[in-house]
DNA sequence: CAGTGGTCTAGACCACCAT
DNA sequence: TGGTGGTCTAGACCACTGG
């Protein structure tokens, strides 16, 4: 059943035609003319009706394949999606920069910077056995007018004899310590984050309760051989912080 | 300058041309022997090179793009991305299904499920104004052995007045009740994620230390008209959870 | 078997960028 | 102006699904 009556896709317009199709598609799932688990036109379908070619009409097809509401079967047809409401997706580009557009004032405050000698716990986390390693220890505090919202230790392996610099001392970003001090490239990193009750040393640094609830983040670094190359812990004031995730069809625009 | 030397594409294959080539480049990338910043050869060259048509090439570029690894630039050219490690996503395919995984003998124990009026706060929470509203109500636990894991209480308009069923009683899932008691669509939602001492409540259901810390999730769940037809309030103990993200050119298979 | 989506081709025109 | 990526066409063959 072809569901377009009055479907309008203008030809000549600047807009693509793969994007027009696309929206005039979302709108209609949107709105539920055609519900979940119901059979979209077949691609033939469309690119006939459209007068369009079956590439394009594909190409509007699997923008909505991305967005997660539609699903295509091959030799069956393509289909409305279920909203899948049960993901958690909690993103938050840098939880910094988060601060930098909410606080005004924020501030990043160096409690100290030096070169230490490996210990065993350093060598567990960065998976080497050589003693005689050498690496860069930092702890910052973020804060934001009178408040201290987070604070953080970062390790990174210092290899490279390079003097650290002033802007570095300022906001040492883990990423570009590791390209700035070591001759690893970073590419990717894992994270853990965990709730914890703050120790006695963070609550003095904060400015809280002692045991006071607390979001605890531990990242490390790789280098593309999945070699660790740098690491970290972040602490962050449950009370200051928040992670806030959609899910389904809602709407970005 | 043309990257390619043995690179062999093998056009006979049952898998496809821009899937070869697709994980022809991201190898060269991962490898370093395209670096960050440095240009890919043009479509037109790698068309040419390995004898493939142009929207082939274009096909294995654009999987390049969605993996972050790559950006276009019209005039331009096409370029080695610089991996973002400053992100975080969290996520977590249903925090639940998690636990299914993990632990052999889960448990969804119902604490509690009623049809109540509504109340100042749950009018708030669902933006309406109609007092003879009813909500069905529910609590329920989630153990795996003799451990409670999470607890949760939810919400949901009820206008259809159908029969709750035993299967419903057994594993209440916020949308799948909303579908069933509702003439609404669940489509989308919304959650906040904050960290949080457990109540005295809280702490005898899940049998841990008053103001333990805990994971506290709300999700309002909506309709394709974005209004509000379900609510839940999740809580999961800070000792048995912990949310993990991979960024940057993390390699998934 | 006919019909579906998945892949692929060999062209074409365009907007944009550098020179 | 020439080269880039962005869009689009009108075909083609394939693998898979269902009756």
Redesign the pocket.
Known sequence: MVIQEEASID?SS???????LYKLMEEQIRRGDLKPGE???????L?THF?????????A?SELVSADMVY???????FVATPKLDNIIFELSDFNEEIRRRGLNYKTTLLEARIVRADESLLKKFEISDEHKRFLYFRTVLSAGDDRLSYEVKYTIYSKSKPILETELKDPSLPGLIAAHTEYVPVSSKKVLQVASCTEEEALILGIALNAPVFLIEQTIYDPDLRPVGWSKSIYRGDRYKLTSYDGWYKKE
Chains 1, 2 share one sequence.
Not at 14 to 20: D, N, R
Not at 39 to 45: D, F, Q
Not at 72 to 78: E, M
């Open positions: 030809k600047v807009i693509p035609i793969y994007y027009q059979a979209l036109p077949t691609e033939n379908e690119a007068e369009i070619s079956r590439m394009t009409v594909r190409r097809i295509a079967q091959q030799g069956r047809g393509t």
